[in-house]
């Protein structure tokens, strides 16, 4: 016989032992002959009750479907017969059997797994740990790749906001160089116009004296001439002509 065979034969045995031990202490799955054979018309009628939608509806929601006078007395009847004492233990005695069988189900599924299942379960997991390492360090990968593109994204505006700083400052240092050369443009345009002022001057003041002296040499010769036809000898014609020569060269 083989192990696989072996293990079925066991787990048969066991399920059916424990199965049967929960039918022999809890009773048959539904409700039991015994309870049916005392309030077999009054069960119906609770069973009929309870799958009524009307009623469903009432027990709900009471206040938004109000019960007519039928209704109200089978609601009193449900409520009633609830708290029967055999109804009680009729239904501890079903929750009880539907519980362990039910346990009893799960642990049969749980055992065949872990004998059969096992190894492709694992597998399973581990493809799916794998996939969730994988999406894990994608996750990483593309986080990363993220803050390094904020940090190159950072850097760049922290370069342009010094290159804004450095254009500020070499405009700033521009305009105060054109600023200086302006002003000194204008410092010596000013210069130069009074040096042309000052020149002008000059000119005037050196074309009207020489203005003014030709007409005093022009009144000394009409003058000169006058003495000479009133008075004229070689002598002091020769004397005149002296003082108007001097004259003529003294500076004025």
């Known amino acids: 016989m083989t192990s696989r ?29 015994d309870y049916l054979g ?3 018309s009054e069960h ?9 939608e009307e009623y469903k509806r009432y027990v709900q929601r009471p206040e938004l479907a109000p019960a007519a006078e039928a209704l109200q007395a089978d609601a009193a009847f449900v409520a009633a017969y609830e708290k029967r004492p055999e109804f009680v233990r009729e239904h501890r005695r079903r929750a009880a059997f539907e519980y362990l069988f039910e346990a009893l189900n799960i642990g049969a599924v749980v055992c065949l797994l872990v004998r059969f299942g096992r190894s492709p379960l694992l597998k399973f997991l581990d493809r799916r740990i794998a996939r969730i390492r994988g999406d894990l ?3 990483n ?24 700083v450095r254009i500020e400052q070499e405009v700033d240092e521009y305009m105060a160089v054109e600023r200086r050369r302006i002003e000194q443009a ?33 009144q000394a010769i009409e003058a000169v001439a006058e003495a000479y036809k009133t008075h004229g000898t070689p002598e002091q014609e020769g004397a005149l002509v002296d003082r108007f020569l001097r004259g003529a060269r003294r500076p004025s």
């Not at 065979?5 to 002959?33: C, D, T």
């Not at 119906?44 to 009524?52: E, H, P, T, V």
């Not at 345009?189 to 003014?212: F, I, P, V």
């Open 137 to 139: 360090e994608r996750v």
């Open 141 to 164: 990968r593309r986080r990363r790749e993220a803050a390094e593109r904020q940090g190159r994204a950072q850097a760049q505006l922290d370069g342009i906001e010094n290159d804004k």
């Open 44 to 52: 119906d009628r609770y069973l009929a009750i309870i799958k009524n």
């Open 186 to 218: 204008t410092a010596d345009g000013y210069a130069q116009l009074d040096r042309e002022a000052q020149d002008r001057m000059r000119h005037e003041a050196l074309t009207a004296a020489m203005r003014l002296r030709r007409d005093l040499i022009e």
């Open 5 to 33: 065979k072996r293990f079925f034969l066991v787990f048969f045995a066991v399920y059916l032992a424990v199965g049967s031990g929960i039918i022999g202490v809890f009773g048959p799955p539904g409700v039991s002959g």
């Open 38 to 40: 005392a309030f077999k």
